[in-house]
């Protein structure tokens, strides 16, 4: 009472409200280690189940809601892994309402079949004694066991069905007519884990729905259901954000490889374009260098046919020249010797024309 005291003097004065006017006030915040981080994702667990049987507690953490509001504006929220933290406490906290609501389906069965075993026996007092006895030393042995094997919670429910049989061999012991024990019809409830009659008033299932064990664990169960759905999620995103991520990544990686392909084929293209246009430009290279060639063979050949031309020429002057001196030396002779054979001397003239004429036919071929 005194902690809740002083929270609610907390909430309504402020966490300086012992300080003198003179003192220096402190400014908390919401990371400071005095802060409760379980109250800053939602609620502290320990407020869940004050005076219950299932009380954690108080807790000595700072419980502001201005601090709370701080955080979940801060860049920071839901990075400090504080999430996590509350996420596994609760997963805690509902894990042993789990095996207490197993330990008490358990006992639930022991106890109809003990009631079944009560309901056909047909003998007298002392038989149905002798039952319960072996019964309860079997309970014993088992709770010595689960002891042994470290199973503390389970051992002290079998010594409670232990106690509540030995309570029933009393009352039979104690019975002269013999008749057994009016047993309730009992269930568990499958969220807080307590006893409930069957059939019981509405009244006091209100009650019970009501109540701070069972608000608190359907608190926490919602909670932690809220944050699984929230994580898979996340989860679903993240796959999908991958998957998109990959998908875009082979989109891109076709992309650049039709890019390399075309540029591959232009540069094939462009490889045999300068290859042809060097193949003609080698071949109009060639042929100019043949030309050329040719060109210069023509002169060559023409300058040839004119030197031999005019060689001829030379030598047709000159043999012109030696003829007309030999004419000249043949008509001395020819007029010394007209008057001898006038015929001799004009057959030998024809004679030496037509060899004149033949040198210059072998000359010109």
């Not at 040839?304 to 031309?309: I, L, N």
Request: charge should be positive; charged fraction near 45%.
């Amino acid at each position: 009472m005194s902690s809740a005291a002083a929270a609610l003097l907390d909430e309504l004065m402020g966490r300086d409200r012992n300080l003198q006017p003179s003192d220096q006030r402190t400014e908390t915040r919401w990371d400071d280690k005095d802060v409760c981080k379980y109250f800053l994702c939602g609620f502290c667990p320990h407020e869940l189940f004050v005076n219950t049987r299932a009380d954690l507690g108080p807790c000595d953490k700072i419980h502001d809601e201005s601090l709370r509001k701080e955080y979940e504006k801060s860049t920071r929220y839901q990075k400090m892994t504080y999430e996590d933290e509350f996420f596994r406490f609760l997963s805690n906290l509902i894990n042993d309402v789990e095996k207490r609501i197993r330990r008490g389906h358990q006992r639930l069965a022991l106890n109809n079949q003990q009631g079944s075993l009560n309901g056909n026996l047909l003998g007298g007092k002392d038989e149905r004694v002798q039952m319960l006895t072996q019964k309860i030393n079997e309970l014993v042995e088992k709770a010595e066991q689960l002891g042994c094997e470290g199973n503390v919670d389970e051992a002290q429910g079998v010594m409670k069905l232990c106690d509540q049989l030995k309570e029933e061999r009393r009352q039979i012991e104690e019975n002269d007519s013999g008749d057994g024990p009016q047993v309730k019809q009992m269930e568990v409830c499958e969220v807080c884990g307590a006893f409930l009659i069957v059939g019981d008033m509405k009244q006091r299932i209100d009650e019970h729905l009501l109540g701070k064990q069972h608000m608190g664990y359907a608190r926490a169960r919602a909670t932690v259901e809220k944050m699984k759905e929230k994580i898979k999620k996340e989860a679903e995103e993240r796959e999908e954000r991958e998957a998109r991520l990959v998908k875009e990544r082979e989109e891109r990686e076709k992309e650049r490889e039709k890019e390399r392909e075309e540029r591959n084929k232009r540069l094939r293209e462009e490889r045999e374009k300068s290859k042809s246009h060097r193949s003609r430009s080698r071949e109009r290279s060639t042929h100019k260098r043949s030309s050329h060639s040719r060109d210069r063979d023509r002169d060559r050949d023409r300058h040839s046919h004119t030197s031999s031309r005019r060689s001829r020429s030379r030598d047709r002057h000159r043999s012109s020249r030696r003829s007309r001196s030999r004419d000249k030396k043949s008509s001395t002779r020819s007029d010394s010797r007209s008057k001898r054979s006038p015929h001799k001397e004009k057959d030998k003239d024809r004679h030496r024309d037509r060899n004149d004429d033949r040198r210059r036919d072998r000359e010109d071929k």
